[in-house]
């Protein structure tokens, strides 16, 4: 387990351009086919978006790795986000997250994704298991 | 809705690592042999392969809204503008985590509704936020995830006669 103290941060490039095949895997996997995330032709014609976008939960699950990375694959024991702004594929996006508390073995956090002009993207808390 | 049956599998896992961009080794058992295989934080999202009538999967057999030779495949009566049925956006997913989610746990997921709230939205228009909590419990009926998602769609203002 890690040790950790009030201020520590961690942050984590989780790509630098993000592709349309990565969304199209993403849906593959999750079984989150919405074609707001792989139709072009609908979203562009039918939803009225200016192109597909990325599930906001393919952006949760690439910023959870930049606490895993530093917990431990079984080292959370919440984790939660809010959805502020989409992500369009050609972001880059970098994730950060920052201990706001430590008590008892446990740490909380406050994790933020930005995208590649600073904007944040998801913003959320999590708890970890720590020494 | 609820999910009587999500095997969580080592094979799905990889998958999932691969697709959230993780290259941590522990998800990877699949290929490695290494056990146990932890699920990566997100991994209980997956259930909706597992349920027989998630409405974001295409059902063999049935019209699909996503584009064919049309750009959509369900024709809607009425105007409205919108989604075909993308069933509004996400706005929060939250999970807390019971005990460690591995592979060869056998899950079930009970939904209960949770929350329904309104706000007004920047440019006009109602936003209606809806909550919703999975509970995830394993073969001994132990629970191991909780996840609580809120949805959000926009209302639209009926245009008045000037």
Do not use: C
């Amino acid at each position: 387990m890690a040790s950790v103290n009030v201020g520590d941060q961690r942050s984590l490039v989780l790509t630098e351009d993000l592709t349309r095949t990565q969304i199209v895997q993403y849906a593959g996997a999750s079984g989150d086919y919405n074609p707001l995330h792989t139709d072009d032709k609908f979203t562009t014609e039918i939803a009225g978006y200016p192109g597909v976008f990325a599930h906001g939960m393919l952006t949760m699950g690439m910023t959870g790795r930049v606490l895993t990375d530093w917990f431990g694959a079984e080292g959370l024991l919440s984790y939660g986000v809010r959805f502020v702004k989409q992500v369009w594929p050609g972001d880059a996006l970098t994730a950060t997250a920052t201990v706001t508390a430590v008590t008892d073995g446990v740490a909380e956090l406050t994790v933020e994704t930005v995208n590649q002009a600073g904007e944040p993207v998801v913003t959320g808390t999590a708890k970890a298991k720590v020494d | 809705m609820s999910i009587d049956r999500f095997p969580v599998e080592a094979g799905h896992i990889a998958l999932f690592a691969r697709a959230i961009g993780d290259p941590n080794p522990a998800y990877y058992g699949a290929l490695s042999g290494d056990e146990p295989v932890p699920a990566p934080p997100t991994f209980a999202q997956a259930s909706a392969q597992f349920d027989p009538d998630y409405f974001l999967r295409p059902k063999i057999g049935e019209p699909w809204f996503g584009s064919g030779r049309e750009a959509t495949g369900v024709k809607r009566s009425g105007g409205g503008g919108g989604g075909g049925g993308g069933g509004g956006l996400h706005a929060e997913q939250h999970f807390e985590y019971h005990r460690p989610l591995r592979a060869g746990d056998v899950l079930t997921g009970m939904v209960k509704p949770g929350n329904t709230w309104e706000k007004q939205g920047r440019r006009g228009g109602k936003l209606v936020f809806s909550e919703s909590v999975v509970e995830y419990r394993d073969q001994n009926g132990e629970l191991v995830v909780t996840a609580r998602g809120v949805g959000v769609r926009t209302e639209t203002v009926v245009q008045q006669e000037a």
